[in-house]
């Protein structure tokens, strides 16, 4: 198996802890997005998306990290990252997905480029774009988590889950970009619960082999 990830990839970060969590052995292959890597035509052989991350495994190429974490928890069931109830499962799924489909596409690279260049805004405008979407995102997300009252000492009950695989990554962004967290105490406690577990903290970005400053 190989994964093909960037160590400040927030979705390549999710796949990782998804990996290191079941202790699936695998190779990485490092692809640098600000060398543009990701849109070169060796990677885009492997995904023509040109996005990370990807899973190469028995002579298929996996895209898009929920799907890949997925595949992952149905090839190798344990632990899970999935509850076996359907509606807990569409409750970790609608976690995973607040973060995957509503926070994190609207500050993604391409589209900090896109906003930058079109409206041609300096770094301050670029982050206040990015703290925006953070607020929204979190507040949705903060409230979702309290309302549904599934947490325990991670997003679903005290069993870690593909949400917290989403989660994590996205609180790391957050940091980065210096947003004010304080608002959200139940992320951030579900966070730092995570944190103690060795499959995110030896997978979080700046303990990666390609991690640069
Ligand atoms: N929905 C995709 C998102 C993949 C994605 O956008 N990856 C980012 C890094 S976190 C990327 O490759 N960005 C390159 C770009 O925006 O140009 C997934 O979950 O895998």
């Not at 994964?3 to 695998?26: D, E, N, P, W």
């Not at 069931?77 to 994190?104: G, S, T």
């Not at 994590?168 to 577990?197: G, H, W």
């Amino acid at each position: 198996m190989k994964l093909y990830t960037f160590f400040r990839s927030s979705a390549s970060y999710r796949v990782r802890i998804a990996l290191a969590y079941k202790g699936i052995a695998h190779e990485a292959a490092y692809v640098s997005l600000p060398k543009a890597e990701h849109q070169a035509d060796a990677f885009r052989a492997v995904n023509a998306q040109g996005l990370v991350p990807a899973l190469a495994d028995g002579g298929h190429t996996l895209i898009q990290s929920l799907a890949i974490i997925e595949y992952l928890d149905e090839r190798h069931p344990l632990p899970p990252l999935l509850p076996e109830d359907p509606v807990e499962r569409a409750y970790v799924r609608a976690v995973a997905q607040i973060v995957a489909c509503e926070i994190h596409p609207l500050n993604n690279l391409r589209t900090l480029k896109y906003v930058k260049r079109s409206y041609e805004l300096d770094d301050d405008g670029v982050n206040a774009w990015y703290r925006h979407w953070i607020a929204a995102g979190f507040a949705m997300l903060e409230d979702y988590l309290v309302r549904a009252r599934r947490h325990g000492r991670y997003c679903h009950g005290d069993a870690v889950s593909m949400a917290d695989c989403c989660l994590v990554p996205q609180v790391f962004n957050a940091q980065r970009y210096a947003c004010d967290v304080s608002p959200y105490p139940t992320i951030m406690r579900i966070f730092a619960e995570c944190m103690k577990l060795d499959a995110f903290d030896a997978t979080q970005p700046m303990r990666q082999p390609d991690a640069t400053n």
